[in-house]
C-alpha cells in the first residue's frame, strides 16, 4: 500500500532555534499534502494545505511566516517552524495523496519538543 | 466551517464489553472515514463510507453512515485491549478535504 514518511519522528531544539520537518511519498506522487497539528489527547488540526509548485494555503489562526511549508516537488513536502517556542511543542503529522479522489495517506508524525 | 461532533470523548470499559461512538454533523458529507490512531503514531483508516445508510463490518467493527450522510456511529462488539486507542472520525467535503472530529479515547481493560 501507498507510505508516507515523516522524518523525522522526534525533536528537541532550544527555543529560538527553526526545525525542519519532512514529508515523502515514498510510492506514488502526492500533488496535494497536508500538515496537522495534534496537542495531546486531542483530535487533529488542519494547518496547511500544500499543493506541489504553488503556495501553501493556511488556515486561519496558522502564522505562515512561522510554519513555512514548501512543496518542491510531488514526492516532498517540508514544514519549517521558525524561531521555535515552548508553545510550539506539539505532534505533527502530514498526509498526502494522489489526486482530489484519491484516499489520504498519514505520515507516523514528528514529536516537537521546544526547551 | 464544518464541524464534526464525536463522542463520547473518553470510554473506559472492561474486555468484553460493547459500545458506540458517534459523529455527528449539521452538515452533509460526500464520505466519510473512520481512523484508528495509536499513541505516537499516525492515524490509520479503518473504513470509508459513502452511500447514505450504508452499514460496513470490519470483523468487529461495525459502521454505519446515517441515511442523510450527516452522522456516522461506530459500534464495537466484545472490545478488546487491543482496540484501545484514539478513534477519529473525519467528513469529506468539497474538493475531498477532511474535516475531523474531536476524537474518541477508548480503553479496554482486560
Known amino acids: 500500500g501507498a507510505v508516507v514518511s515523516q522524518h523525522p519522528s522526534r525533536v528537541i531544539c532550544k527555543s529560538g532555534t527553526s526545525v525542519k520537518i519532512e514529508c515523502r511519498s515514498l510510492d506514488f506522487q502526492a500533488t496535494t499534502m497536508f500538515w496537522y497539528r495534534q496537542f495531546p489527547k486531542q483530535s487533529l488540526m488542519l494547518m496547511a494545505t500544500?499543493?506541489?509548485?504553488?503556495?501553501?494555503?493556511?488556515e486561519q489562526g496558522v502564522e505562515k511566516d512561522k510554519f513555512l511549508i514548501n512543496h518542491a516537488s510531488l514526492t516532498l513536502s517540508t514544514l519549517t517552524v521558525t524561531s521555535a517556542h515552548p508553545e510550539d511543542s506539539s505532534f505533527y503529522i502530514c498526509s498526502a495523496r494522489l489526486s482530489i479522489n484519491s484516499p489520504l495517506h498519514f505520515g507516523n508524525g514528528t514529536r516537537l519538543t521546544v526547551t | 466551517t464544518q464541524l464534526l461532533e464525536q463522542s463520547p470523548q473518553f470510554l473506559s470499559i472492561q474486555e468484553g464489553e460493547n459500545l458506540t461512538v458517534y459523529c455527528n454533523s449539521s452538515?452533509?458529507?460526500?464520505?466519510l472515514q473512520w481512523y484508528r490512531q495509536e499513541p505516537g503514531e499516525g492515524p490509520v483508516l479503518l473504513v470509508t463510507v459513502v452511500t447514505g445508510g450504508e452499514v460496513k463490518k470490519l470483523k468487529r467493527l461495525t459502521f454505519q453512515f446515517g441515511d442523510a450522510r450527516k452522522d456516522s456511529s461506530l459500534h464495537i462488539t466484545a472490545a478488546q485491549p487491543g482496540d484501545t486507542g484514539l478513534y477519529l472520525c473525519?467528513?469529506?467535503?468539497?474538493?475531498?478535504?477532511?474535516?475531523f472530529g474531536g476524537g474518541t479515547r477508548l480503553m479496554v481493560k482486560p
Open positions: 473525519a467528513g469529506a467535503s468539497a474538493g475531498n478535504m477532511l474535516t
Open positions: 452538515s452533509v458529507f460526500s464520505s
Open positions: 500544500s499543493n506541489e509548485g504553488s503556495k501553501a494555503t493556511y
